[in-house]
């Protein structure tokens, strides 16, 4: 990643030496062999961000416990904590060994990790997977595949002590929930069905946001209430899997490297920008503000603050990161709209463009995006209260969770629509200019041709990251659901994909601060314009004085050719 | 040496109230054990064949009477055990504590589930009560014919199982931890085995169980096959076949775990599918096994039929201290790269799916002291079945008497999801049908 500050500098510099004068911006003014190196630096980038996945382990790990099942003599008395090593376990497999015992006499243990391992707090969040092995027994019929399950879970924490040991088990968080699991029975065939499995659908138990402590304990109860109708269609428990999902180590400290490197470099191009922007005598255009907007929310992602996490407890994590990525992609979208519509709209007016204008286009990502923030806000955020909730357990939580990501999902395709639509718009605008231009002097085709290949060259741009990011996660479900029982690949898909893919929006904002900052460069002068054009021209360049708002002489070419 | 054979065949009767013979009526009285059959049989070591298999014995020595999760290492101690072990085993055992145990109940395992299977069959799959191991199911394994095929691939798989199963339970603490990365060296820091094995769960997670549990079950189970002779390759072959069933009926499960639990992260893991599922594949392969046959040796060394097969984890040398392992890496590539020949040369040649035998079943119908066969006098059967429990196959044309009995069996039984509550008793009238 210390490339990456080399080419900055390289950047750097290169924007110093066309800091002179002009109106534009400066994807406009650079010339094309310069403009290519600017490519190459940021395809070099990217580049590295690809490689940086190489050396990644796969971004979260998984481990599979077998519950201990221990005998409670006393199940009214609750402050206490079951670990493995229990005084009395037994085997649900064998009927002989339950004789006396009642379902509320069993608790199911799992201690986490496993093997004798301990947690780092490089590995930021615990998801907890239960899979309940059902199997038939004559005279237990399943009466609806959905089985209603009424779950008692308690969760401990505990802690490495320096001279070696753990801490006792403190509690951390209990509940009581409800969970549905869908049970198939696949031997329809058999004539003794005894002891054939169900195949019974996972059951998310837990989630939590933080990592802190150095070991968790799970103790499960099933309790069994024929009056309260608890777990009594809960067929023969054989086994009771945990599967606990961690972010791995590894991965994080690749991530926060990254963040750490494009955090600097984000604010660092803000600065240069804004300061470019101030240095001209108008006040900033819209698109510039969407810029410097941009890239704000872009150095928020990037702000590591997850090396907090290694010292304070902050539960609060996942939601934080959803946030932190809605934000961004909010603005990426709204971004993309106006910058389409201030290539197309017509400044006749000479008005300010503001966002007001755009209100129409951008309520559909308001909209969309406050419905996704409002269903994790239910979903995470009530993980924070207790990290057993979920909403997708009730129906009416289900329901309501479903119209929101529903609505959610109608405004992207809403989103979608209108942009490609105007995108369209853009396009058309400027084929009709194009049959335009042979009438033109040769030095301003040219230079029209130039800013036309440029501008087309960046959306092109934007479509390629936009199609490399749904295809490589396209590309991801796909090699997940590959699962290679074959270690022999040292390589990790999914971790490059995000790096990756981080790596690549992180430099295409970068791209854009840059090529779309005012430039200082002064018009090549035009001699040989014939009368009309002159006049015309005059006209459209006597404009910006007036209008201040247009930044790039892309939108006054368009402009100008609609008053044509 | 002499050994005792005890087959049981028991029929859970309180009383028999009338015995309906095709003869005629008569009163008979209740009898627990029909068919109780005790046999001595003398015992030549036949050093080649199923010289792998000794430690089947250890089946008897961890007694599922023994249910409750035993301490690890207990078993490894234990001198009777030791005895059945082959060095390498033993080997094994010692450098994973807790390995003895799951072998142990995966012995077990694959004896409930091979009763089970044949439980229709003339072949029952009886036991012995005989601790020394490769005699445990009898001297039919000294015979290349299905069932011993079957019995391998069982035995095989359930140690498969077993040993993926104690990995999740814990009780093997050496289940392997380390992934498919090398960590680059800024990150690890040189201290010793032990320390490196939890900054690597740090950095990278665990690796599934199964891979352990097969690979520990090669070394484990395969140790003692590796003449060139024709048996060899036919446990090598069935052993593999277990094992392929086992891994190919994991099942994948994922969840999503990205922005706002969407799929942009997904992670996905392989869950064991319960032993049944895999005893009856086996019992279908059973069925269909494949005959082979010894071939010219030129075919032997280059054939690439099993070059498709699971690709040998790397890393259990890593994980196992020893340096022979990785000596022998390049031998064991070489291991199960052959390619068994059809019988009849017109079948395809076998699968690692398939069970493959050399040498045809003796007909189990009567008694053969030589094989430790006890013949089907007094086996229960099926007047009205089709398949191979039919009265008429079971019986081997014998003939069959039929009692109607009462049985006590408990019934309208109250479940609740572990245990049983509540059960009446209730009298039913059965028909049963004996071979004589």
Not at chain 1, 495 to 513: D, F, K, Q, R
Not at chain 2, 15 to 43: K, L, M, P, Q, R
Request: aromatic share 10%.
């Amino acid at each position: 990643m210390q490339q990456s500050f080399v080419y900055f500098s390289i950047l750097l510099c290169i924007f110093e030496i066309f800091k002179f004068k002009m109106p534009g911006t400066i994807l406009e003014n650079l010339s094309g062999r310069k403009l290519s190196v600017l490519v190459t630096v940021l395809l070099l980038s990217q580049l590295a961000c690809f490689l940086v996945g190489l050396i990644s382990p796969s971004p979260a790990g998984i481990q599979t416990i077998l519950a201990t099942v221990c005998v409670d003599p006393e199940p009214e008395v609750r402050d206490k904590w079951f670990s493995r090593n229990c005084p009395k376990k037994v085997d649900l497999r064998y009927d002989n060994a339950l004789e006396g015992i009642s379902p509320n006499n069993l608790v199911f243990v799992v201690e986490m990790p496993n093997f004798q391992q301990d947690f780092s707090r490089w590995q930021q969040n615990l998801a907890g997977v239960l899979q309940i092995e059902l199997v038939y027994r004559s005279g237990q019929k399943l009466l609806n595949p959905m089985i209603e399950l009424t779950l008692d879970a308690r969760l401990a924490y505990s802690n490495k002590v320096k001279n070696g040991g753990k801490t006792p088990w403190t509690h951390y968080t209990n509940a009581i929930t409800e969970r549905y699991m869908d049970c198939i029975f696949n031997d329809t065939a058999i004539e003794n069905k005894e002891g054939y499995p169900y195949d019974c659908s996972m059951v998310p138990l837990f989630e939590l946001g933080s990592l802190y402590h150095d070991y968790y304990l799970l103790n499960l109860r099933l309790p069994y209430d024929s009056q309260k109708e608890l777990n009594t269609h809960l067929l023969k428990v054989e086994e009771i899997f945990l599967h606990m999902i961690h972010m791995n180590g590894g991965f994080t400290k690749v991530w926060i490297s990254l963040k750490s490197i494009f955090f600097p470099i984000i604010v660092t191009i803000m600065i240069w920008f804004w300061n470019r922007v101030h240095l001209l005598s108008r006040t900033p255009a819209l698109l510039e503000y969407m810029l410097i907007v941009l890239g704000g929310t872009l150095a928020f992602l990037d702000l590591p603050i997850e090396y907090l996490t290694l010292h304070f407890d902050m539960p609060y994590m996942l939601l934080l990161s959803d946030i932190r990525q809605g934000i961004f992609y909010a603005t990426l979208l709204s971004f993309w709209l106006v910058f389409t519509g201030e290539h197309m709209l017509i400044q006749e007016t000479g008005e300010r463009n503001s966002l007001r204008k755009y209100w129409k286009h951008l309520s559909s990502i308001a909209v969309g995006c406050v419905s996704l923030l409002i269903f994790d806000l239910c979903e995470r955020g009530m993980h924070l209260v207790n990290p057993f909730s979920s909403i997708w357990v009730t129906p009416l939580g289900t329901n309501l969770a479903l119209t929101f990501v529903i609505c959610a999902g109608l405004c992207a395709g809403i989103y979608f629509l209108f942009l490609c639509y105007m995108i369209w718009r853009v396009f058309k605008n400027i084929s009709i200019k194009r049959s335009v231009l042979p009438s033109m002097t040769q030095a301003r085709r040219l230079h029209y041709e130039g800013t036309m290949y440029r501008f087309t060259f960046l959306m092109g741009a934007t479509v390629v990251c936009a199609g490399i990011t749904i295809v490589s996660f396209i590309l991801n479900q796909y090699t997940q659901g590959e699962h290679n029982l074959d270690d022999s690949m040292d390589i990790e898909l999914t971790s490059i994909i995000h790096t990756g893919v981080y790596g690549m929006w992180n430099v295409y904002i970068c791209a854009l601060l840059m090529l779309y900052a005012p430039s200082h460069k002064q018009w090549p002068s035009e001699p040989t314009c014939s009368e009309g054009e002159e006049v015309e021209f005059s006209r459209l360049s006597s404009e910006p004085s007036t209008t201040p708002n247009e930044i790039s002489s892309l939108t006054s070419f368009v402009a100008k050719a609609n008053i044509e | 040496m002499k050994q005792i054979i005890i087959n049981n065949f028991v029929i859970r009767t309180m009383c028999f109230v009338i015995i309906i013979n095709h003869s005629g009526f008569f009163v008979d009285c209740a009898e627990a054990n029909v068919g109780t059959d005790v046999t001595i049989v003398g015992v030549a070591r036949n050093k080649n064949r199923g010289k792998g298999s000794m430690w089947w014995g250890i089946a008897k020595a961890g007694e599922p009477n023994n249910i409750s999760p035993t301490q690890p290492g207990v078993l490894f101690m234990d001198a009777s055990v030791h005895g059945t072990l082959r060095r390498k085993q033993r080997r094994l055992a010692k450098e994973n504590t807790g390995l003895l145990e799951a072998v142990a109940r995966g012995a077990n395992l694959a004896i409930n589930e091979c009763q089970y299977q044949f439980r229709n069959q003339r072949w029952n799959c009886s036991t012995k009560n005989f601790s020394k191991g490769k005699n445990l199911f009898g001297k039919i394994v000294e015979k290349g014919c299905p069932e011993t095929a079957f019995v391998y691939a069982i035995t095989s798989a359930a140690v498969t199982h077993s040993v993926a199963r104690a990995c999740s339970e814990g009780s093997i603490e050496t289940c392997y931890c380390e992934k498919h990365y090398r960590r680059p060296q800024v990150f690890s820091n040189a201290n010793t085995g032990a320390v490196a094995n939890v900054r690597d769960f740090e950095w990278g997670g665990c690796s599934d169980n199964i891979g352990f549990g097969v690979d520990v079950s090669r070394e484990f189970v395969d140790t003692g096959e590796r003449g060139k002779s024709l048996r060899e390759k036919m446990n090598l072959h069935n052993n593999e076949a277990g094992r392929w069933h086992v891994q190919a009926q994991m099942r994948q499960e994922c969840k999503c775990h990205g922005m706002s639990g969407s799929c942009t992260m997904k992670t996905c893991w392989m869950r064991l599918a319960n032993f049944r599922v895999i005893g009856d594949l086996l019992k279908d392969r059973y069925d269909g096994a494949t005959r082979v046959t010894a071939h010219s040796s030129a075919a032997l060394k280059n054939n690439k039929a099993h070059s498709n097969r699971l690709p040998k984890n790397p890393k259990l040398a890593a994980i196992m201290t020893n340096s022979i392992h990785t000596k022998r890496e390049n031998k064991r590539k070489h291991k199960y790269a052959f390619q068994l020949k059809t019988y009849n040369s017109e079948h395809k040649p076998p699968g690692m799916k398939d069970l493959v035998f050399y040498e045809l079943s003796p007909g189990f119908c009567d008694k053969d002291p030589k094989l430790g066969i006890q013949g089907t006098y007094g086996r229960q059967c099926n007047d009205t079945s089709d398949g191979v429990d039919n009265c008429a196959i079971m019986c081997c044309g014998r003939g069959y008497k039929t009692q109607e009995v009462v049985v006590m069996e408990r019934c309208n039984c109250i479940f609740h999801w572990c245990c049983e509550v509540k059960c009446d008793v209730c009298k039913i009238k059965k028909k049963i049908h004996t071979c004589v």
